[in-house]
Structure formats: structure tokens, C-alpha cells
């Protein structure tokens, strides 16, 4: 039973350059999710997407982009990375929104931009 | 605006009780959540708190009081392998989670 699929589990990118986080989930789950964390401080929602074609943007979506092709998979797109986006990003799915649905995390991945 | 505050760092004597106390100011709230996230792991799912009052699950207890913005995680009989962060997040209807900065807990022996 894999659950949610990060990959890679570490970065590191050059300024300017870019990349795209791979997520995948095996559990049917219509709504996924793109959190980064930064040392101290809680994990801040990037994008976030309720069903297959259908994507919004969270807190912080400046510099990333995402798209939800099929169910499963939920890819997160850095364009031009900068020194910011140095952070660690964890992806993670739920069955629905309901008031008692938890959310299953990926492994996460490391990310260093210099 | 949204905000979740929680202590960031508390220490605690392996067997002890430890309480994290987390406060929230939200907008739609739905629910709360507590996630335990051991050191270069994923946060993993402990309880939540739909309605006020007390969950216990095992040596876990998780409290809400949704007229105060307040909700607390206990931790009894600790061991050292509860030492991690704890997370406290609200469930928001139609705006996902937002979530607290966390709190480190450090169990000595």
C-alpha cells in the first residue's frame, strides 16, 4: 500500500533554473495538495486541487504552477527557481473536505536553490 | 484573517504529562486537527475535535473549545520516542487547512 509518492526526495537547483515535483496517490482521493515548509514555521499551502482538471491557488502560489491531469497524479512545476523557494514540500491527499478527513502526506522532498 | 498560535519549543521527563496548547482565530472553521512530525518525516495524523469537549486515544487526549478558539493535545506516560513537533491545524470549510508553526517537544530521560 504505497499512499502518496514523493519524488525527488532531494534538490538542489541552480537561480534561473527549473524543475517539476512529482506527486502520485494510490487511494482514489479527489483532493490533493502542495505544502512547503520552512524551518519553524508551520506548512503553507501552495495549490491545491479538488478533482482531476481542476486546480486553485493556496497561500503562496507565486512561482509554481500545477496541473491535475488524472486523479492519481498532482505535479508541482518551479519556473526560474530564486533562493526563496528553498523550503521543504510535502504533498498530500484526502477523500473529501469533510470536518473529519484527514490528510495523508508524502514522504516530502528537499529542496535547495543556490 | 487566519491565525494559529502554539508554543514553539517544550520539554518534558519521559513517564511525565505534557500539555500543547494551540489557539485559533479562522474564518469557516470546521474542525481541528493535531499531526505529529518526527524530524525529517511527513507530518502523520493524531486526532481532531469536530465538537467541544474531550478524544482520548490511548495516551493521546485531544481537547476543543470552539467558543474560546482553543484546543489542547495531551500527552501521558511519555516516552522518548514521543519527542518530535507536534501540529495543531483548522479545518476550514471550502479553504483546506491552515496550519500552526508547531511545537518541538523534547521527552528526557
Known amino acids: 500500500n504505497a499512499g502518496v509518492t514523493q519524488t525527488p526526495k532531494f534538490r538542489i537547483l541552480k537561480i534561473g533554473q527549473s524543475m517539476t515535483l512529482q506527486c502520485t496517490q494510490d487511494?482514489?482521493?479527489?483532493?490533493m495538495y502542495w505544502y512547503r515548509q520552512d524551518p519553524g514555521m508551520g506548512l503553507k499551502l501552495i495549490y491545491y486541487s479538488v478533482g482531476a482538471g481542476i486546480t486553485d491557488k493556496g497561500e503562496v502560489p507565486n512561482g509554481y504552477n500545477v496541473s491535475r491531469s488524472t486523479t492519481e497524479d498532482f505535479p508541482l512545476r518551479l519556473e526560474l527557481a530564486a533562493p526563496s523557494q528553498t523550503s521543504v514540500y510535502f504533498c498530500?491527499?484526502?477523500?473529501?473536505?469533510?470536518?473529519?478527513?484527514?490528510?495523508?502526506f508524502g514522504s516530502g522532498t528537499q529542496l535547495s536553490v543556490l | 484573517g487566519q491565525n494559529i498560535d502554539q508554543p514553539t519549543e517544550m520539554t518534558a521527563t519521559e513517564g511525565a504529562i505534557v500539555q500543547i496548547n494551540c489557539t485559533y482565530q479562522t474564518s469557516g472553521f470546521n474542525g481541528l486537527f493535531w499531526y505529529q512530525q518526527h524530524a525529517g518525516e511527513a507530518p502523520t495524523f493524531l486526532s481532531y475535535?469536530?465538537?467541544?469537549g474531550l478524544e482520548e486515544k490511548g495516551r493521546f487526549s485531544s481537547f476543543l473549545s470552539r467558543s474560546k478558539g482553543y484546543s489542547y493535545l495531551l500527552l501521558k506516560e511519555l516516552q522518548m520516542k514521543d519527542s518530535a513537533s507536534y501540529l495543531c491545524?483548522?479545518?476550514?470549510?471550502?479553504?483546506?487547512?491552515?496550519f500552526g508553526p508547531g511545537t518541538r517537544l523534547s521527552v528526557l530521560p
Open positions: 475535535n469536530v465538537l467541544d
Open positions: 487511494m482514489n482521493h479527489n483532493y
Open positions: 491545524a483548522a479545518s476550514n470549510y471550502g479553504q483546506n487547512f491552515v
Open positions: 498530500a491527499s484526502s477523500y473529501s473536505q469533510g470536518a473529519d478527513e484527514k490528510l495523508f
